[in-house]
């Protein structure tokens, strides 16, 4: 009975381990989805950004060609510097946000390693038990056969 009961205990055992090595893997999977989806909002950020820059551009190539008159010069002077002013503010709101979503994407990077080695760690432990295990159920065999091959040289 004891020998089933360690076998039962080792099954579980290896049962519980699976199903932790499944979830690791699920949370390793989300983490790298994670990344690729932090990845691809840093390069349409930084294509919004050469957008704007574009748009600078062409803002102040207009200023120069539409510059006929002083008072169309002025306005267009007055518009082309809000212009600027709202697409350098643009560019660096976008400019931090890459930023950010850089250092979200290596606390991520870190996490999914941490969780890496927690994980190979937990696996050494299990696999350490299962051997402790696999001793204790040899042990506890060989001695049952001991004491039946007593029983049966006295019987």
Sequence with gaps: ERAKA???????????????AATV???LAISRSELESAEDEAQQLR?????????QQDA???????????REAQ???LAASKAESEVSLQATVLELQIVLREREQAHRESLAGEMEATHQKEL???AAALHRLGVRYGRAL????????DAASRG
């Design 75 to 77: 306005t267009l002077a």
């Design 47 to 55: 294509k919004d950004i050469a957008v704007a820059r574009r748009k």
């Design 142 to 149: 060989g001695q049952s056969e001991s004491q039946e091959e």
């Design 60 to 70: 102040q190539e207009e200023q120069e060609a539409h510059a006929a008159s002083a």
């Design 25 to 27: 893997a699920t949370e």
């Design 124 to 126: 050494r432990l299990l």
């Design 6 to 20: 360690l076998q039962e205990r080792a099954a579980r055992t290896a049962a519980l381990q699976q199903r932790h």
